[in-house]
């Protein structure tokens, strides 16, 4: 009888960016199938989202996929539940409002290449900075330019072999700064799927000796980029309207009020301030504004939306890159529902 290795994957309670967590499950003769899944515990007084004497969670198996890495291996993203099968309230998935996957979410998620022995990312000297400024790596190619491919070229290897729907990766600005993009129909689905992503980057990642930096500004007040994690969606208005006027309604909603701004930044991820400084590709944190290819607006029409007649998506640029994909999710389906459009 066959064994198979169950890696149930959650987010934990650390604030103020979760961690990934994971433990093994062995199922006899499983079928592969997320149904066949059980609800699992474990103990959420050592993960932040449980006092001792109560310390029971529950995982709630919501996507699985093969493990290309292990023999007989599944990865299995799940949702946290108090005991009495609530959501928790670490759980961002469950409140996402898109039963019917009318959004569909494309994440680009950037990230920097850590050496941990130097404290720094990989390419850079042990002592102060690269000799050239941040340019010649964006896209780049050669041992002078492009740092840690094998780590990259793996990475996307693994993704598309667990059936991860990876749409293309890059070296960005920085040295040792990458980036993969990941998109879905349906924002949990979008959301599973980068999470799981991340994980498998922080495994491999392990192999080589090699930490992930998913904060947004690594290399503090520096003129090197910080890592953000654009949020391209779009829904069935946005995909059909062909109107200038929808458009500009749903990005009206984005900067109404500064509470609903807030709103946003507060799930945008943490040290967000640090990034949104209005320089590297960014709008200041305490502006909102959008604009036609505009990367230095919060959010910007792409300019393949105008040349489709009005029928495409907006990408919001202010998530950074740790932020929680199921909560940037949800606070952007809520807004976007606010303006109370319909499609053509």
Same mark, same amino acid.
């Given at each position: 009888?066959?064994?198979?290795?169950?890696?149930? $994957?959650?987010?934990?309670?650390?604030?103020?960016?979760?961690?990934? #967590?994971?433990?093994?499950?062995?199922?006899?003769?499983?079928?592969?199938?997320?149904?066949?899944?059980?609800?699992?515990?474990?103990?959420?007084?050592?993960? !932040?989202?449980?006092?001792?004497?109560?310390?029971?969670?529950?995982?709630?198996?919501?996507?699985?996929?093969?493990?290309?890495? /292990?023999?007989?291996?599944?990865?299995?993203?799940? !949702?946290?539940?108090?005991?009495?099968?609530?959501?928790?309230?670490?759980?961002?998935?469950?409140?996402? &409002?898109? +039963?019917?996957? +009318?959004?569909?979410?494309?994440?680009?998620? !950037?990230?920097?290449?850590?050496?941990?022995? $130097?404290?720094?990312?990989?390419?850079?000297?042990?002592?102060?900075?690269?000799? /050239?400024?941040?340019?010649?790596?964006?896209?780049?190619?050669?041992?002078?330019?492009?740092?840690?491919?094998?780590? $990259? &070229?793996? *990475?996307?290897?693994?993704?598309?072999?667990?059936?991860?729907?990876?749409?293309?990766?890059?070296?960005?600005?920085?040295?040792?700064?990458?980036?993969?993009?990941?998109?879905?129909?349906?924002?949990?689905?979008?959301?599973?799927? $980068?999470?799981?992503? #991340?994980?498998?980057?922080?495994?491999?990642?392990?192999?080589?000796?090699?930490?992930?930096? @998913?904060?947004?500004?690594?290399?503090?007040?520096?003129?090197?980029?910080?890592?953000? =994690? *654009?949020?391209?969606?779009?829904?069935?208005?946005?995909?059909?309207?062909?109107?200038?006027?929808?458009?500009?309604?749903?990005?009206?909603?984005?900067?109404?009020?500064?509470?609903?701004?807030? %709103? *946003?930044?507060?799930?945008?991820?943490?040290?967000? &301030? =640090? /990034?949104?400084?209005?320089? *590297?590709?960014?709008?200041?944190? +305490?502006?909102?504004?959008?604009?036609?290819?505009? #990367?230095?607006?919060?959010?910007?029409?792409?300019?393949?939306?105008?040349?489709?007649? @009005?029928?495409?998506?907006?990408?919001?640029? /202010?998530?950074?890159?740790?932020?929680?994909?199921?909560?940037?999710?949800?606070?952007?389906?809520?807004?976007?529902?606010?303006? +109370?459009?319909? %499609?053509?």
């Amino acid at each position: 009888m066959a064994k198979a290795k169950l890696e149930y $994957i959650w987010l934990d309670g650390y604030k103020p960016t979760q961690s990934l #967590r994971s433990k093994t499950k062995i199922e006899d003769d499983f079928s592969g199938n997320l149904e066949d899944c059980s609800v699992w515990s474990f103990d959420g007084s050592s993960t !932040e989202q449980a006092e001792g004497g109560k310390s029971d969670c529950l995982l709630k198996p919501v996507f699985i996929c093969p493990d290309p890495q /292990r023999k007989n291996g599944y990865l299995v993203m799940c !949702e946290v539940l108090n005991s009495d099968g609530t959501p928790h309230v670490t759980n961002g998935r469950a409140t996402i &409002e898109d +039963d019917d996957n +009318d959004f569909w979410f494309g994440f680009e998620q !950037e990230y920097f290449l850590w050496d941990m022995k $130097i404290d720094k990312p990989l390419g850079f000297p042990a002592e102060g900075f690269p000799t /050239r400024p941040q340019g010649p790596y964006y896209c780049s190619v050669g041992a002078q330019n492009a740092y840690g491919r094998y780590i $990259i &070229e793996e *990475h996307l290897d693994v993704c598309l072999d667990a059936g991860l729907n990876v749409e293309g990766i890059n070296a960005e600005v920085a040295t040792g700064q990458w980036e993969f993009q990941i998109f879905a129909k349906g924002a949990k689905a979008a959301g599973d799927q $980068i999470w799981v992503a #991340r994980y498998l980057l922080e495994r491999i990642g392990e192999k080589y000796g090699i930490s992930i930096n @998913w904060h947004c500004k690594p290399l503090g007040d520096t003129d090197w980029n910080g890592s953000g =994690m *654009h949020a391209n969606f779009s829904n069935t208005a946005l995909r059909t309207s062909g109107s200038k006027d929808v458009y500009t309604e749903i990005c009206q909603a984005f900067g109404k009020t500064p509470e609903v701004i807030k %709103a *946003h930044i507060d799930v945008y991820g943490a040290d967000n &301030e =640090m /990034r949104l400084t209005g320089k *590297h590709e960014t709008q200041s944190i +305490d502006q909102f504004s959008f604009g036609i290819s505009d #990367r230095g607006a919060s959010i910007r029409i792409p300019i393949a939306t105008v040349e489709r007649g @009005w029928k495409g998506w907006l990408e919001d640029r /202010r998530p950074n890159s740790a932020a929680d994909p199921y909560k940037v999710a949800a606070i952007i389906i809520k807004t976007v529902k606010s303006a +109370d459009v319909v %499609a053509a």
